[in-house]
Structure formats: structure tokens, C-alpha cells
């Protein structure tokens, strides 16, 4: 064997090896607050009578519509959780990812969300377009399908924050605090 095709061989190999350390270091890095959970085994599931994962919201749901939020159905919290929180986004909005709508300190016991209403207790913080509430799905005409994440969160403990309070600081204030979490996707397009 030639020295060149040696050096090419061993220096194939050590690509191959880098790329196996790089692969299992991924593997290993922390959790983000977006994937992390105390509980490995997650059992917390968010759905709606009116849309299921991956589906249409239906149009009252949105701008175009009543612009009220969808019932939304809570299932197995897990033991140990003081409250809920609830971020409703829009990754595929023009401007960056739109925030529609945040809640918190909604009761863990709580198994439902009722159309265009909150659980007592809760309480709904600014969304992008700066107002406190819900706000439906809205994207331009002519910006093809939008997925709408509704993320839902138990926590090991009521917030207590003021409704004057955004989804960066919500994020911050739950950081350490969540137990296990869970999302449901709908998706919504305009008409061109």
C-alpha cells in the first residue's frame, strides 16, 4: 500500500470517528425547557373535540371567524402538580414566531378549557399583538398553512405572575418548575 493511500485511509477514519463523537455528544447535551421533563415516561396529553393533531382548526376558532379559543380537554396531569400553563404559537408567522395566546395558574385539577373561556384562577397574559387574551389564528392571504402549537405545561407550582407578563418572561418564571408537558398542533391557512 502507497504512504498516500494510507494517509487517505487513516485520515478517512478519523472523519468517521469525529463524526461518531459529535453524534453521541448530541445525543448527551442538556434538554432545553422546550424538551425537558421531569417524568421520562410523559403522560400528559392535550386534545380538542373540534380538531384532532396535525388537523384544521375549524374557521370560528379564528380571525375569520368567531375568534374565540377551542375547548381543549386536559388528561393525566401528573401527581404533584400545582398548576397548568398553557402557550399558543405560530412558528410560521411572517414576522417570527406570533405568540396567540398564554394562560397560567390554571387549576391542575382542571379537565377542560370551554370554548372562549378560561378556568377560574387562571389568568392570560399579552400575546404579540400585545393585548391580554386570546387571539385565533390569523396568517395573511397568500402564506400557505400555519401550525398552531398548543404547548400545555403542569408545573410543580402556581406562578403568581401579573396578566401584564409575556411568553418569554412565562418561560423564564416556569424554568425548573415543569413536571411534564405536552402539545397539540392544529394547522390553519387563508385564503390566497
Known sequence: MRPKSLRLII????VVAAATVLLFAKKEAPKTMETQTNNPKSSLKLFSQVFRDGAAIPVQYTCKGQNVNPP???VDVPDGAKSLALIIHDPDAVGGDFVHWTAWDISASAETI????VPAGTVQGINSAGRAGYMGPC???GTGTHHYIFELYALDKSLGL????NRDQLKSAMQGHI????????LFAAQP
Open 114 to 117: 370551554a370554548v372562549n373561556s
Open 11 to 14: 485520515i478517512g477514519l478519523l
Open 139 to 141: 396568517p395573511p392571504a
Open 162 to 165: 401579573k396578566s401584564d407578563t
Open 72 to 74: 381543549l380537554n386536559i
Open 179 to 186: 413536571l411534564d408537558q405536552t402539545i397539540l398542533t392544529g
